[in-house]
Structure formats: structure tokens, C-alpha cells
């Protein structure tokens, strides 16, 4: 072997080994690569092999050299493997990323029916004055829904509570009433019954702009000793304001029920004018929303209860004309056509 040719020949190995690794891509050619310049047939290997027939400070120096190249190139070709593994995990990230900020598909979501939100807001005031809410029967007898209300067979009143009647003695309720008689005799000798029933109701009317042959009621029942008008009055006073706002203001009006006596229609201030007078009140400044009076004797009389030992107060009001009038609906035929048009007006109300 020829030293000379040899100092030559490893620097040359070296620029030439680590100038085409530097070059290479892939595992495949790394491999052959490693095969070529570090393999058992490689340059290094013959050299390693006939390093014996030198002089022993020529195989000495020539063996600490070709073992100095040695490690060079197999260091090199750790550090091009390690990098390559690098790049191959960035590529897999690069194309099995999953890109979770994209929306999802959107689901979309219902709202409470205006009618549903007067009703709850309605209870909700009622409920922190103390009364509780239950609901009753739709079909209902004739004895409960008018008999021992005091509307006996032959009473006038019939005729504007005109019903659908499923035999001679069952009907389709036209007011709530008859759970307010069934709540006062289950609850006997029970007092006070404090009570409001939200429900439908039904009579035979034409439908038309502010009628329905299927409505919504809300009425409430206080009995109890010593109950006066002015308890009435300052309940649906302390209601007026929770609903329409704190500078609202009440007024009763004479008028007839045959289940309260005295009896009144109720007024508040009108919402849209503040009392100014316009449309919406007729230049009056007040609008009616809700019926009431004390408990007619005959019917604290018919559930069980002395009119001489207990009196009551009793209201009645319908949702639809409130909501109508809260939200400015100018027929309440919209309110059950489920026109989403119509519905989805009401989905950012709170
Ligand atoms: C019992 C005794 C008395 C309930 C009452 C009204 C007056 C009233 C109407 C308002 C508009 C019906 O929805 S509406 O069409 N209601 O004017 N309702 S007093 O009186 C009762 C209830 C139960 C045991």
C-alpha cells in the first residue's frame, strides 16, 4: 500500500462520501450508501485489510486515520438518518393533520312559542306572589264548567260560553274555572287556596282577527277569611307591574260575571301612549286585560264553603290579547298558523 497515494486518497473518500450523502433522500439510497462506504466491500474495508503489510509506524498512522475516516462517515450517516426520520414525521403530521377548527354542522334550535313565554312569564309572576299553579281537564262536565259556577241551565250566559259538547253532560271547558271548583273542594277545610290555572279553553265563536274557537286562559282563585276587594285590587296592581313595568297603574270598572259579585273589568294604563291617548286604547289611555271580582256566594256555596265564614277573590285573563298586545300581533290567527315567518320573530325575545 502506498502511504502517499493513501494521504491522498482519504481526504478525497471523505469530500466524496459526505458530498453525495448530503445529497441523498430516501432510506432506500441512504442504505446503499452505507453499503458503499462502510460495507464489508467498501474502500475503508480493503484498506483496513492490508493495513498488515505496512511498517509498523506506517500501519499505525494509516490505521489511526482510515479509523478517524471511519467514524466520521459513520457519524455522518447516524446524523442524515435522524435527520431524515425528522422530515418524515413532519411530512405524515403535514398530511394526516386533521383540521379540527372547522365548524361543525349547526343544529338548529327551537323556541318557547310566544304564547308558552306570556304563560311562563305570567306563572312566574304569580308564583312569587305566593300562588301555586295547576292545570285541569280540557273535556270537563257541565255541572263543574257552569252548574257550580252559577250558570244554571237556562242563564244567559250560556249563550256567549256556547261550547262543543261531547255528550249532554260532558263539553269542552270554555274557561278554566272548573279546576278552581275541583282545587277548593279537594283542598277543604284547607286555607287559603291561592291558585292560578293556565290552560286552553274553548268556545263556539267564528274565527276572526281577535277571536278563536281555541284559546288560552290564566285565572286565579284566592279564598280564605277576610279577603277583601282591595286584596284583589292590590294583587292585579303588584301583576300590572311586574309585567308592563313598575309606573303602571290599575283601574276596575263595574261589570257583571255570574261567578263574582261585585264584579270588574280591569285596566291598565295604556302600554304604547303611557296613557296619552291613541289607537291602540281608543284615545282612552287605558286597555282592558283582565276580568275579576270576589267570589259570587253560590259558588263558594257549591264547593263546600260558608259564605259566611269565607270570602275570594277571582280574576281571569287571556294570553293571546296580551301577547298580542306586548308584541303589537295584529290577528291572533298568527299565533296558531305556526308560520315560521311569523314564529321566528320571537326567538330573541327574553
Ligand atoms: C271560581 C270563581 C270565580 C274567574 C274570572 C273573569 C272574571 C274574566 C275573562 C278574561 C278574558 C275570560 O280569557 S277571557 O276571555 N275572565 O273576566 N274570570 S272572574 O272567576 C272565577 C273563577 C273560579 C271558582
Same mark, same amino acid.
Request: aromatic share 8%; charged share 30%.
Given at each position: 500500500?502506498?502511504?502517499?497515494?493513501?494521504?491522498?486518497?482519504?481526504?478525497?473518500?471523505?469530500?466524496?462520501a459526505?458530498?453525495e450523502l448530503s445529497s441523498l433522500e430516501d432510506r432506500r439510497t441512504l442504505d446503499a450508501w452505507r453499503v458503499e462506504y462502510l460495507g464489508?466491500?467498501s474502500?475503508?474495508?480493503?484498506?483496513?485489510?492490508?493495513?498488515?503489510?505496512? /511498517?509498523?509506524?506506517?500501519?499505525?498512522?494509516?490505521?489511526?486515520?482510515?479509523? %478517524? =475516516?471511519?467514524?466520521?462517515?459513520?457519524?455522518?450517516f447516524t446524523?442524515r438518518m435522524r435527520e431524515m426520520d425528522e422530515l418524515e414525521?413532519?411530512r405524515k403530521?403535514?398530511?394526516?393533520? =386533521?383540521?379540527?377548527?372547522?365548524?361543525?354542522?349547526?343544529?338548529?334550535?327551537?323556541?318557547?312559542?310566544?304564547?308558552?313565554?306570556?304563560?311562563?312569564?305570567?306563572?312566574?309572576?304569580?308564583?312569587?306572589?305566593?300562588?301555586?299553579?295547576?292545570?285541569?281537564?280540557?273535556?270537563?262536565?257541565?255541572?263543574?264548567?257552569?252548574?257550580?259556577?252559577?250558570?244554571?241551565?237556562?242563564?244567559? %250566559?250560556?249563550?256567549?260560553?256556547?261550547?262543543?259538547?261531547?255528550?249532554?253532560?260532558?263539553?269542552?271547558?270554555?274557561?278554566?274555572?272548573?279546576?278552581?271548583?275541583?282545587?277548593?273542594? *279537594?283542598?277543604?277545610?284547607?286555607?287559603?287556596?291561592?291558585?292560578?290555572?293556565?290552560?286552553?279553553?274553548?268556545?263556539?265563536?267564528?274565527?276572526?282577527?281577535?277571536?278563536?274557537?281555541?284559546?288560552?286562559?290564566?285565572?286565579?282563585?284566592?279564598?280564605?277569611?277576610?279577603?277583601?276587594?282591595?286584596?284583589?285590587?292590590?294583587? =292585579?296592581?303588584?301583576? %300590572?307591574?311586574?309585567?308592563?313595568?313598575?309606573?303602571? %297603574?290599575?283601574?276596575?270598572?263595574?261589570?257583571?260575571?255570574?261567578?263574582?259579585?261585585?264584579?270588574?273589568?280591569?285596566?291598565?294604563?295604556?302600554?304604547?301612549?303611557?296613557?296619552?291617548?291613541?289607537?291602540?286604547?281608543?284615545?282612552?289611555?287605558?286597555?282592558?286585560?283582565?276580568?275579576?271580582?270576589?267570589?259570587?256566594?253560590?259558588?263558594?256555596?257549591?264547593?263546600?264553603?260558608?259564605?259566611?265564614?269565607?270570602?275570594?277573590?277571582?280574576?281571569?285573563?287571556?294570553?293571546?290579547?296580551?301577547?298580542?298586545?306586548?308584541?303589537?300581533? /295584529?290577528?291572533?290567527?298568527?299565533?296558531?298558523?305556526?308560520?315560521?315567518?311569523?314564529?321566528? *320573530?320571537?326567538? *330573541? =325575545?327574553?
Amino acid at each position: 500500500m502506498d502511504m502517499d497515494k493513501l494521504q491522498r486518497d482519504i481526504p478525497d473518500l471523505r469530500s466524496k462520501a459526505l458530498a453525495e450523502l448530503s445529497s441523498l433522500e430516501d432510506r432506500r439510497t441512504l442504505d446503499a450508501w452505507r453499503v458503499e462506504y462502510l460495507g464489508k466491500k467498501s474502500e475503508i474495508a480493503q484498506w483496513m485489510k492490508m493495513l498488515g503489510n505496512l /511498517s509498523p509506524d506506517d500501519r499505525r498512522m494509516a490505521g489511526q486515520q482510515i479509523h %478517524a =475516516l471511519r467514524q466520521t462517515l459513520e457519524s455522518a450517516f447516524t446524523e442524515r438518518m435522524r435527520e431524515m426520520d425528522e422530515l418524515e414525521i413532519e411530512r405524515k403530521l403535514r398530511e394526516e393533520t =386533521l383540521d379540527i377548527t372547522l365548524p361543525g354542522t349547526p343544529q338548529a334550535i327551537g323556541h318557547l312559542h310566544p304564547i308558552t313565554r306570556i304563560l311562563m312569564e305570567i306563572e312566574d309572576i304569580f308564583v312569587k306572589m305566593g300562588f301555586a299553579v295547576v292545570e285541569g281537564p280540557e273535556v270537563e262536565t257541565d255541572a263543574y264548567n257552569f252548574e257550580m259556577l252559577n250558570v244554571p241551565k237556562d242563564h244567559p %250566559a250560556r249563550d256567549m260560553q256556547d261550547t262543543f259538547y261531547l255528550s249532554e253532560e260532558l263539553l269542552l271547558r270554555t274557561h278554566t274555572s272548573p279546576m278552581q271548583v275541583r282545587v277548593m273542594e *279537594q283542598m277543604r277545610p284547607n286555607i287559603p287556596v291561592k291558585v292560578i290555572v293556565p290552560g286552553r279553553v274553548y268556545r263556539r265563536d267564528e274565527d276572526d282577527a281577535t277571536h278563536s274557537h281555541a284559546f288560552h286562559q290564566v285565572e286565579g282563585l284566592v279564598v280564605d277569611q277576610n279577603i277583601r276587594m282591595s286584596d284583589l285590587k292590590g294583587t =292585579l296592581e303588584e301583576f %300590572a307591574k311586574a309585567l308592563f313595568g313598575p309606573e303602571q %297603574a290599575v283601574r276596575l270598572r263595574p261589570s257583571f260575571f255570574p261567578f263574582t259579585e261585585p264584579s270588574a273589568e280591569v285596566d291598565v294604563r295604556c302600554i304604547h301612549c303611557k296613557g296619552q291617548g291613541c289607537r291602540v286604547c281608543k284615545q282612552t289611555g287605558w286597555i282592558e286585560i283582565l276580568g275579576a271580582g270576589m267570589v259570587h256566594p253560590n259558588v263558594l256555596a257549591a264547593a263546600g264553603y260558608s259564605p259566611d265564614a269565607y270570602s275570594g277573590f277571582a280574576f281571569g285573563m287571556g294570553p293571546e290579547r296580551i301577547a298580542m298586545l306586548k308584541y303589537g300581533i /295584529s290577528d291572533i290567527r298568527l299565533l296558531y298558523q305556526n308560520d315560521l315567518r311569523f314564529l321566528r *320573530q320571537f326567538s *330573541q =325575545l327574553r
